[in-house]
């Protein structure tokens, strides 16, 4: 049986700020309907690397390719496959949720009865008077489900979260990959970005990346079966361990 | 003591590693300094203005000749040749800054030993300027004066001077400085409302979502100007409502025409704006630089408070490429000397070319910026 091309194929992916690098010559290929965490501590790399398959940073070297479209000559079109959330949820906060969504849903080109459909979909989600507020006033767990909403609007087949989960409380960390889940049984294509560790039992293949290199890949039970370890922490701390001794 | 020691250790500390904040504490005294305390004075270099000689004798050709080798002032016609009326068109216009009226039977008074008087029209929109004016021509009848009081051995002064100050007849100074304040002040609105609104969107991060939307980067300048214009227009009209309520200063052109080039001077400051905020990297620093590269030129270098007549030749040649220096120039003649579209041309024209290549500038750096991001 022939694998399918990659939804996400990345290739010696480079990013330097100046003399410091910040991304060095990383590899790794998405499938399509495939959920992978790219797990690693802070300034690991894991925002950068996103940023650069978005094209919202330049490539310093190597290349990104969605289904099979260089991101760099083609960004129009990749940009149309690519949905994007941003660690910091990114909504306007004097707006309101319905607001938001009516805003991102006009930029995104959406017709006005697709657009129409979407708020009531939100309304069935999430209680309207909480839709009516302005997002600075809901909590933290409401903004990631709207950012989540406005970055599916466009319906991209792509996505990608970047620590989707910070500053969000368990219970709706655990609603949220529930709805990550839902996305994957839609054959959705999903990179998500985190330093909860945890959350790698929820992925199909996980990414440890440290120091912008990628230490560690494979899939979680392959790879605890594979190094010996318990548990995902355990091989974390283990990776990035023996990383920094190379 | 250690305890201060340690805040005082800190704050050093983040002064020293601000460098922007740190630049402007120490460049923009500098800058005011060098344009307030060399190159600005009071002293005029140039008064354009007219000799309307109805007298046509030997004293009127010599007081004449004592304008004109005064050295200050510039003279445009002489003779009677120019009616009067074409010459108040040109003061209203600001293509004159003073008319020299030399009444008939001038050299007659004067001959038959009487006194005789001298018409002199000031631009009294600047009311420093035609301070100036008036000073200067006094000290010219002065001299004249002396000179034919000398002649003549007589005493007494055969030559007065009748002085009328158009358009601000009392010298009120709220005339000559409220306009101009409203120029500045919709300057520094329409830039700090771009460069704040960005730069909080680059900070948010919502900058990053309308990049990788399918927005063009013109798509994204068109919407988020067209609202700051409304907000600057709205906010011209309250201040402009208020000068003329509040302090009576009159409203004598139309008012469509200063719509008209408030919204390219608004323009042109959003432009200013949206450039400032493709090179701050925080809101903070956009908002100080707005507010530096707003209001430090236009007050000191547009002829809001100096004359441009008073500016040393490299910081004439700068208040060229201030938005404010033609607005100003444009919001008094409407509101003082109820002038027309027509006296505007230049102005105009200028403003029209300042808008474009700040609007120009401003797309292709935010087109820049985003290309280079990607």
Redesign the interface.
Known sequence: MSRAAPAIAVRDLRKNFGGFQAVRGISFDVAPGEIVGFLGPNGAGKTTTI?MI?????ITSGSVEVNGLDN?RE??RV??M?G?M????????LLTALENIEF?GG???LAPHDLKAAMARMQEAVPAPVLRQKIQDVPPGIRQKVALF?CLLPDPGIILLDEPTSGVDPEARRGFWNEIYGLKTRGKTLLVSTHNLDEAEYCDRILIIHNGEIVSAGAPDDLLRREGKASIEELFEDAIRSHGQN | MGRIKAIIVKEFLHILRDPRSLTMVFITPLVMIFILGYSVSYDLDRVDAAVIDHSQGRLSRQLVQSIAANGVFVLHGRGASLPLDRAEEMLRAGALRAIVVIPPGFDRRLAAGAAAEVGLVIDGSDVNVANLVQQYSERILLEFNAGLTAARGATGLPLRLDTKMYFNPEARSQFFFIPGLIAVIMLMISALLTSLSISRERE???L????????RSGEIIVGKTVPYIIVALLDGAVILLFARFWFGIPLRGSLLVLLAFALLYIVAGLSLGILISTAAPTQRTAMLAALLITMLPSFLLSGFIFPLDSLSPVLRAVSYAIPATYFLRIIRGVVLKGAALRHFWFEGAMLLVLCAGLLAAATRKFGRQRK???
């Open positions: 940023k978005t094209g919202l940073l330049a760099r960004l129009p940009k149309r690519l994007y941003s660690q910091k949820f990114s909504l306007y906060p991102f930029i995104s080109g406005v | 948010s991060g919502s990053a979502l309308l990049f990788i939307s399918p927005l280079a991001a990607q």
